[in-house]
């Protein structure tokens, strides 16, 4: 009687032991795992990238090749749980851009945490941005030589002192801050979940002015003179008067409607506002006008931000499709590298070559963009 | 997009985005109004289901009869089996066709509930390959996930242990159902125990918005057996609650007639 209850119990707990596998893979399948995406910075030798593993790693900007140990992030906490699917406790997931200042390296982690890393020296430093201790930052860092700003999931934008990472400033608003802010002439410029674009001032946070779009922005708004663009999740783009904060166009639709989020950060191309989309169409907007004059569909969604090389732009697609656009020549496209990995991370590029972080197999591919040319790559 | 993305995920994730912004922009409430509704369009299969369990509960001592009679012989005791269940008017794999076409629409309730809280940056991009082309679902989304005060995107201690008490009195009330056989009973009993702390354990690590859901289905499940078949293995709890009132009414009755006799005798 007594081996039968035993043999029960066995029974039932492999039973439910598999029915709790199942739930926690089914989570994991529709949760999606997190790789981070935070794409490379560099200077004049190095390229620094923060690893999904939680690591910063110095590679030769010639060939590739690790120059340091990578340094080891340690942070709070995982940012999965047990069941999660992520990595372990005390692994540090990266976003945002990271920021080069006098040998320092800057990055915002997914624990809530803005790092310090003199890579050289193997050291590292911390602030946790949110009290509270369960707000993620996403946001990328830009810097002015005295402060760093970065936005966090907590809905503020927080500006830094450069040595030794006290909050100086902090403005809240409505919402989460993924966006990376734009630095111009002491004035702060961030995009809101809470649809508003803000314009602060860099010397005390002060409000000059904000504009409200129809939607969420994740996207980074892009300065050109006196005026700021900013696509949005409503589908659609803005330019905005820089100084004031007064509509100059909203994109006109006659061409094509845009059919998904504009997550990924436009960029400006001659007389050209290209902005790529979920849907995965490329749409080149009249900056002046903001007249749609091409669509271009790639039919895999864009999320990450693309560059300009010698006039033309420069894009992939999410499963590692490199394009470049000369809109000199009638917006003629043509595939220059395929990857064939998954690609989030916004592109860099350094003169002609373009550099790719790839999510899931994590590597950096160096690609030549004259002539698509895989330089080199390293898997991190 | 895969076949199951199509016709059955993608559907249920934006009925759920666009529950969620006319319901005040609340997904907590989004997610027990849409829990109701597919178990108000399941009915019909969980009634059949009810129907098929309570009819094998009831067959069970004749079950038990058959396998002492024919203990031996196995091919004898499956044809007087089937005989049985023929004459009860039920099919051996009645339970199976209703949990085989309910069993989708649950994993597509459940994975649009996480794809929905878009709980990591990821799972927020890939929502946007799931979301129709609708003015209202562009506008309702992210959703705001805070309800009653909770985050429906962080697990909650609170939540996991309610998901564990209803579970666990959802489980016992169809416990004695399976009466008349002993190992089938120990079974029960031990799933009943089993079951709510492996739901505890996954709610303190998943999201809370999976632990509403699973609360609310519990709740409606317990509503459903007891329409149909009454308190079933809680009764004996139900009843020792029941005289327990009485007894504190009873008390109740006698401190208030008392008190009134008192009166009476002082003003005599």
Known sequence: MKKNKVLHLAATSLLLGSMAVAVAGCSCNTNVAQYGWAPPVFDDSYLYVASSEGSILTLNKVNGTLTYDPLKVKGNSGASGLLGCGYGAGTVIFYGSPYINDGLLYASGYDGNVYTFDVAKQLSNKKQLDEDKSMSVISGIVGDGKNIYVGCSDGSIYALDNTTLETVWSYETGDKIWSTPVLNNGTVYVTSFDHSLYALSAEDGSLKWSFATDGPVIASPVLEEDTIYVASFDRSVYAVNAGNGEMKWKLSTELASPRNWFWATPVICGNYLVAPNNDGCIYSIDKTTGKMENVIDLEKAISSSPVVINNKVYVIDNTGNLYSIDPSNGFNFTRIKELETTVNSDLVADGDLIYVHSQKDETIYCVNALNGVLQWSHEV | ?268
Not at chain 2, 23 to 52: D, E, Y
Not at chain 2, 132 to 140: E, Q
Not at chain 2, 174 to 196: C, E, R, Y
């Open chain 2, 1 to 268: 997009m895969d076949i199951w993305e199509l016709i059955i995920l993608r559907p249920v994730v934006n009925f759920l985005i666009w529950l969620s912004h006319t319901l005040f922009g609340s997904f907590g409430l989004a997610v027990i109004v849409l829990t109701i509704i597919i178990n108000l369009i399941l009915l019909p299969f969980t009634l059949k289901q009810m129907k098929t369990s309570k009819l094998t509960a009831e067959m069970q001592p004749k079950l038990a009869a058959l396998q002492k009679k024919y203990g031996n012989n196995q091919q004898a005791l499956a044809q007087e089996q089937m005989k049985l269940y023929k004459e009860a008017g039920i099919s051996p794999t009645g339970c199976l066709l209703p949990m085989l076409i309910q069993m989708p629409i649950w994993v597509a309730l459940y994975q649009a509930i996480m794809r929905v809280m878009a709980v990591s940056p990821e799972s927020l991009l890939n929502l946007s390959s799931l979301v129709y082309n609708w003015d209202v679902i562009f506008k309702a989304l992210p959703l705001k996930t805070m309800f009653l005060g909770l985050n429906m995107v962080n697990s909650n201690f609170i939540l996991a242990l309610l998901v564990g008490a209803t579970m666990y009195l959802q489980t016992k009330m169809t416990s004695n159902q399976s009466s008349g056989n002993a190992q089938l009973q120990q079974q029960t009993q031990m799933m009943s125990i089993m079951m709510p702390l492996m739901f505890i354990f996954m709610s303190m690590t998943l999201p809370a918005g999976l632990s509403l859901y699973w609360i609310i289905n519990a709740i409606i499940r317990m509503v459903m057996q007891y329409f149909y078949s009454g308190w079933g293995g809680l009764q004996p709890y139900v009843d020792k609650i029941k005289s327990l009132l009485h007894i504190s009414n009873k008390k109740n009755n006698s401190v208030t007639k008392a008190s009134s006799d008192n009166k009476t005798v002082s003003k005599k």
